[in-house]
């Protein structure tokens, strides 16, 4: 039951108690919490009090809730460092992990050209694939390369292969540096759709310069990454 005389309202009560358990692990990864009948039987509220309560536990990433399979504790999020060159495809070997080619077509975005340095009449590569972790899709990776420095891109199994490597050990452009912007979004309809999530979910836009050791832009990589996944973190050291 809530305490009625704590100061606190009902929902923050009754989220801080199934915080505390999700913590402890009384309730595991990968497992489902009380339904919303059970809760408010538990803790004598009303239907909306348990709502509110579950709905702040979603937005801090605990528990994810599907229509018609109720509410489950997400495994821990991915740590992941903004000092480190990440790759999805060549990090996290111990995941189960895999991608989905949403397609290879030419693209005029003005954006990717300005990033890559190009002029309006030189082509641009543009792949688009949905990174998974245990079949959950958790990242949309636009990948924008210079069409002259990929010829026939199309023919290499790139849902598979990193384009890193692609880039490095096919065609012999060493990669040097990259430069990164992380930004928040609010995932629209379609993008939605495609990380199955509600629409409106707060995600990250992760936009990222690629360079070889000339100092060539290479690549330009636009990725939404879902919050509930991922957490990015800074080592700071006191000079």
Sequence with gaps: MVEKDSGFPYYIQIYQKLRERILIK??????????????VKEFGVT????????KKLQSEGLIATEKGKGSY?????????????YSFGRDHEELDKDS?????KESHDVEAQRALVLSGDQHIKQITRI????????????SYLPADLVPDIESYDVERLSIYDLLEHT????????????????????????????????????????YDRKGRPIEFRVSVIRSDKFTFSVDLQLR
């Design 47 to 54: 239907r909306a009090t348990v709502r509110n309560a579950v």
């Design 100 to 104: 989905v080619l949403l397609g290879i």
């Design 73 to 85: 504790v997400n495994h821990p999020k991915i740590e992941q460092s903004l000092f480190k060159f």
């Design 131 to 142: 990174r998974r972790m245990d079949g959950v899709p958790v990242i949309i990776e636009n």
């Design 171 to 210: 065609y012999g452009h060493g990669i040097q540096r990259a430069k990164e912007y992380l930004e928040t979004c609010i995932t629209d309809p379609a993008i939605s759709e495609l990380l199955e999530v509600q629409e409106g979910l707060s995600a990250f836009l992760m936009k990222r310069i690629t």
């Design 26 to 39: 009384e309730y595991l990864p990968g497992e489902p919490i009380p339904s919303e009948n059970e809760l």
